[in-house]
């Protein structure tokens, strides 16, 4: 008894803790982009991310990864493949970008779309906990079964203080745009662009190798 006691409270104790996880906001100056973002809470190495490049600072670009032991041959067909996902209770589809060989499985990037900084805050205005789940069938893939490819086909991440992070990292953009003018200015160097080419702003450290 005194032993499952312990295994509940040790449960609360690491839920307590990744619920109050903070957020990470990080500038990369070599990519030009800064990059907002917290891990699940089901699978916790699975991260939201909110991206501002440099320059458009105005529109935030939203992934996710969901990560799989499953050992599907077909999973690097998922890359650009239109998937439909739960988002929230509500269905709406979201592209695949690649699958990147991880801890003895694969993580699979997704991308939600961009949007205007100052709606995407008016969207999560109401939103503690935003839940995602991979659905099967529908989409670019036929006959799409989620469980064929995804172990946990669910998460869901705290997002409180989202309105703050986004504001956060809307400013660092926005200074290392200014940064980049004046050392622009004063060395005459060349931009980098810190792309490679991806529809989608995928900084050239996201890159599989």
Not at 16 to 39: G, L, M, R, Y
Request: proline share 2%.
């Amino acid at each position: 008894m005194k032993r499952i006691l312990f295994l509940i409270l040790l449960l609360l104790f690491q839920l307590k803790i990744a619920w109050s996880e903070p957020w990470q906001v990080k500038v990369d100056e070599k990519n030009n982009v800064v990059t907002a973002s917290k891990n699940g809470e089901v699978t916790h190495g699975d991260i939201l991310r909110f991206r501002l490049l440099k320059g458009k600072c105005d529109v935030v670009q939203e992934y996710f990864t969901f990560h799989t032991i499953l050992k599907n041959p077909n999973i690097k067909s998922l890359k650009e493949a239109v998937i439909p996902i739960e988002v929230n209770g509500k269905k709406i589809y979201s592209k695949a970008m690649y699958a990147i060989p991880f801890l003895m499985g694969h993580s699979v990037w997704f991308f939600n779309g961009g949007y205007n900084v100052e709606k995407h805050i008016k969207f999560y205005e109401n939103i503690k906990v935003h839940r995602i789940k991979i659905l099967s069938n529908d989409g670019s893939i036929k006959n799409f079964k989620v469980e064929d490819y995804f172990d946990i086909i669910h998460n869901e991440w705290n997002v409180q203080n989202v309105k703050n992070v986004l504001l956060e990292a809307k400013d660092k953009c926005e200074k290392l745009s200014v940064q980049t003018k004046k050392k622009d200015i004063i060395t005459g160097a060349k931009k980098i662009k810190g792309l490679f080419g991806y529809d989608f702003g995928i900084s050239a450290n996201d890159i599989p190798k």
